[in-house]
């Protein structure tokens, strides 16, 4: 049994972004659940980015008895009008177990994608940590070409923190270093399969199997057999065999300890 704990479930059936899900998108959500079910994924963390998608993430969970949601703004849906948005998903909040809602997420920095305000980044970011410390909640965080500024805003919290995952891992060997000794855990996902990927498949040998937890990020990230389609929760066994292979244990053991870790981060 594996847990997906990073998947857009609502960004796999429809095509446009930031757009409420239809009746005919649950229809094919389930699909993909009983599909991912035979593959062995009986759980699934789907996450949101914005307001509408945090939305559909909740009305997924709700409707599905293995989907529970995480609600935030990522870094590059923070527009000049984020604190408006910001308002909607602490209202989401508030009944986070009505809304089976299990994390804050995904939030962090990202100055990959141009032009960005890092200031409103930092600023949203601070703020969504905010929540997430008031109502319990552990943080599922995005990083991309902004590591050490994200370091920087964590440590000021860092005591208070209940858990986060670093997801999709791309970072260095010493930034793994610092947030494993956090206790925070690292999302590992279809890319560890990635030919040129050594550097992360070296740090996936060196962090304790404790700190990892499996994550396809789904309709992204699909692991080298599947490269150029659409990902999937299905495809998650693949990518945990190279994980099972590079830790020298069973899949078996791979599904248990990362299932312990998922279910231990995310009150599961
Ligand atoms: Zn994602």
Redesign the pocket.
Known sequence: MFVDT?C?LNMMVKKEFDTLLKPEHFMLVHDIIEQAKRAGVTQIIN?G?SVPESMNSVALAQRFDNVYATVGL?PCDCTPTWRKDFEEIVRLVKNKEENKIKAIG?VGLDFYHKPFDAQRQVDAFKAQIELALEYKLPLVI?VRDAGEELLRVLEEYVKEIKGATI??FSQKQDFADIVVGWGFYIGIDGPITYPKNDELRAIVKAVPLEHIILET?AP?LPPQQYRGKQNSPVYLPLFAQTIADLKGVSLEELARQTTVNATKLFDL
Do not use: G, P
Request: hydrophobic share 20%.
């Open positions: 990073h857009h996450v980015t990522h995904e995005h997801h999709c990020d992204f």
